[in-house]
C-alpha cells in the first residue's frame, strides 16, 4: 500500500469511530496530509467526495489518481461507496459564486449529531454544508435560547437549525434564491415550521444600510460572508477584506447592547481592522472553532465581537 494508502488507513482507524459516536455522518477523513498527494476527502453518509487541489500537473499523473483509486477501493470496500471527483480551484473574482454546475438534482440527508441537513455533491461548487463550521454550529446551539437570531449571507442556514431548535426567532438573508428555498427545506427537515422565521432575498451590502434600519435589534448575529462576490444581481462587489470594517459596524448596529456578533471567513490571509480592535470587543475564537477532522489551521478565521461593557 502506498503512503496515502497507509495515511488514510491511519485516518480512518481514529475518525471512524469518532464521528460514529458523535453521529456524523459527514466528516474529512483526508486533508491534504501527504503533498505527493494533494486531495481533500470528504464523507457524505455512504459517497466520497474526492476534490483536486494540486497544481495542473498533477490531474495529468495518472499514476498517483490510480494509487488514491487502488487504496480507496481497498479500504472503503463496503458500503459500495459512490466517488465524486472534483477539481477544485480558488474562485476570488468568479462571476458568479451561486453559479451552478450541474442540474442533476440529487439531494440527500445527512445526519449530524441531532440535526440533519441536505446536500448536493453534484450540481454546485459547494455541497450545502461546511464541515468546517460543524463547531460553529456546536458552539451556537450551546448558547442560551437569546430570542432573535440573524444570518447574514445564511447559504442554506444550516447554523439557523439550531438556534431555531432553542426557539429563537431566526432572520436568513442571502441573495440566492436556490439556497433559501434549500434553508427553508432544512428547517422542514428537522421539523421546524417556517414561520416565526424569515428567509429574506436580499443583497446583505444594501440591506444592511437599508432594510436592516426597520427590524428590532437582534440578540445574536452570524456574518460569515464570501470571500470575493460579485453578481449581477449585487450593486456592488463585496471583498471580505476591504468590506469586512463596513460590514461589522452595520452590523452592530442592529445587535443589542449585550449582544453578541459572531464574524467568520475563509480568506487566508484574513487581517481584522485594527480600527474595530479600538471601537469593539473583538476576541479571536479561530482555535477553538477547528474540527478535530481538519488538519489546515487556515481553513477559517473566527472572532466573536461584543460592545464595551462599563
Request: one cysteine or more; glycine letters at 4%; aromatic letters at 12%.
Amino acid at each position: 500500500m502506498s503512503d496515502f494508502g497507509n495515511r488514510l488507513k491511519k485516518n480512518l482507524a481514529k475518525l471512524r469511530p469518532w464521528a460514529q459516536r458523535q453521529g456524523y455522518e459527514a466528516y474529512r477523513i483526508y486533508d491534504l496530509d501527504i503533498p505527493e498527494f494533494p486531495v481533500l476527502i470528504d464523507v457524505y453518509k455512504d459517497r466520497l467526495v474526492i476534490a483536486d487541489r494540486s497544481n495542473p500537473t498533477f490531474a495529468k499523473d495518472q499514476n498517483s489518481l490510480q494509487q488514491i483509486r487502488t487504496d480507496l477501493a481497498k479500504l472503503l470496500p463496503e458500503p459500495p461507496w459512490q466517488h465524486h471527483w472534483r477539481t477544485r480551484r480558488q474562485r476570488e473574482g468568479a462571476a458568479d459564486q451561486y453559479e451552478a454546475l450541474d442540474q442533476k438534482g440529487e439531494f440527500f440527508a445527512v445526519q449530524e449529531g441531532p440535526y440533519r441537513f441536505l446536500v448536493n455533491l453534484e450540481d454546485y461548487l459547494d455541497t450545502g454544508l461546511f464541515l468546517d463550521h460543524r463547531p460553529l454550529r456546536q458552539k451556537i446551539s450551546k448558547l442560551k435560547p437569546a430570542g432573535r437570531f440573524l444570518n447574514l449571507f445564511c447559504y442554506t442556514a444550516s447554523q439557523s437549525v439550531p438556534r431555531a431548535l432553542v426557539g429563537d426567532e431566526t432572520v436568513n438573508v442571502d441573495l440566492s434564491t436556490t439556497y433559501l428555498n434549500w434553508a427553508q427545506r432544512n428547517f422542514e427537515l428537522n421539523r421546524l415550521p417556517l414561520k416565526p422565521h424569515v428567509f429574506l432575498k436580499a443583497d446583505v451590502l444594501q440591506w444592511l444600510e437599508v432594510g436592516a434600519k426597520f427590524e428590532s435589534p437582534f440578540d445574536l448575529i452570524l456574518l460569515d460572508p464570501p470571500t470575493f462576490s460579485i453578481s449581477k444581481k449585487m450593486t456592488e462587489t463585496l471583498d471580505v477584506q476591504r468590506d469586512h470594517g463596513k460590514l461589522i459596524r452595520s452590523s452592530m448596529k442592529i445587535l443589542k447592547s449585550d449582544g453578541l456578533l459572531i464574524f467568520s471567513s475563509n480568506k487566508r490571509s484574513f487581517k481584522m481592522d485594527a480600527d474595530l480592535l479600538q471601537d469593539f470587543d473583538i476576541q479571536d475564537v479561530t482555535k477553538r472553532s477547528l474540527p478535530q477532522d481538519f488538519h489546515d489551521e487556515k481553513i477559517h478565521v473566527c472572532f466573536e465581537i461584543r460592545y464595551f461593557q462599563s
